[in-house]
């Protein structure tokens, strides 16, 4: 792959990571969806991992940081998320 392509594909991992992000907020936001709902999770779980790539490509560590706390906060929810539904099929 040519630096170009190299480029645009980062560029679009960049932008896609974005709208994932931004569609969570402004879904919770007009509540269509809610905070503790595994789509709203899964969004912000894909956007930060993908503007936490980006970012590290870009050199922007502080941003890479952010990107990397906004996932493991992802990952933590789904993981409650998964347990209290786990825990309601035991009964």
């Known amino acids: 792959m040519s630096e ?3 480029e645009w594909v980062i560029e679009i991992i960049g932008w ?3 709208a994932a ?3 969570a907020y402004a879904l919770n936001s007009y509540q269509r969806i809610r905070s503790d ?3 709203f999770q899964w969004l912000n779980l894909i956007g930060g ?3 936490m790539g ?3 490509y870009k050199d922007a560590l502080a941003n890479t940081f952010l990107n990397l706390v906004w996932v493991v906060v ?3 929810a789904l993981a409650r998320l998964f347990r209290k539904r786990t825990a309601k099929q035991d009964r």
């Open 4 to 6: 170009t392509q190299t």
């Open 16 to 18: 896609v990571g974005s």
């Open 21 to 23: 992000i931004l569609l």
């Open 37 to 39: 709902q595994p789509t």
């Open 49 to 51: 991992t993908l503007l």
């Open 54 to 56: 980006y970012t590290f």
């Open 74 to 76: 992802a990952i933590v």
